[in-house]
C-alpha cells in the first residue's frame, strides 16, 4: 500500500495530475476534429500562423537538447573524469568536429 502513502502525502500533485489527464485528452479530441487525413495531419492544412510554428519548433530543438545533448556531454565528462581519476590523460573534446 505504498501508492497509496504517496497520493496521501501530496494529494495536490495527484488532484492537477488527474486534472491534466482529461485536459490533455479533450484538447486532442479537438485536434482530432479538425484532421480530415494523414496529409491535414503532417502539415496542418497550413492554416498555422508562422509565430506559433516557430515556438513550436524552438521548443522541440530545446527539449532535444535538453535531454539528448546535456546527457551526452555529462556522459562523456563523467568518463572523462573517471579516466583522470585512475590516472590516465585528460583529453579535450573538440565539439567542432574535424577541421
Given at each position: 500500500m505504498h501508492y497509496l502513502n504517496l497520493i496521501a502525502d501530496r494529494p495536490l500533485i495527484?488532484?492537477?495530475?488527474?486534472?491534466?489527464m482529461p485536459?490533455?485528452?479533450?484538447?486532442a479530441w479537438l485536434g482530432h476534429k479538425k484532421t480530415d487525413d494523414i496529409r491535414s495531419f503532417a502539415i496542418g492544412r497550413g492554416d498555422l500562423h508562422p509565430a506559433i510554428v516557430g515556438i513550436t519548433l524552438a521548443a522541440a530543438i530545446c527539449s532535444t537538447a535538453t535531454f539528448l545533448v546535456s546527457a551526452g556531454v555529462a556522459l562523456?565528462?563523467?568518463?572523462?573524469?573517471?579516466?583522470?581519476?585512475?590516472?590516465?590523460?585528460t583529453a579535450s573534446i573538440d565539439m567542432a568536429g574535424p577541421s
Open positions: 495527484w488532484i492537477l495530475f488527474l486534472a491534466y485536459a490533455t485528452a479533450w484538447l562523456v565528462d563523467l568518463a572523462l573524469t573517471a579516466n583522470a581519476s585512475r590516472g590516465g590523460a
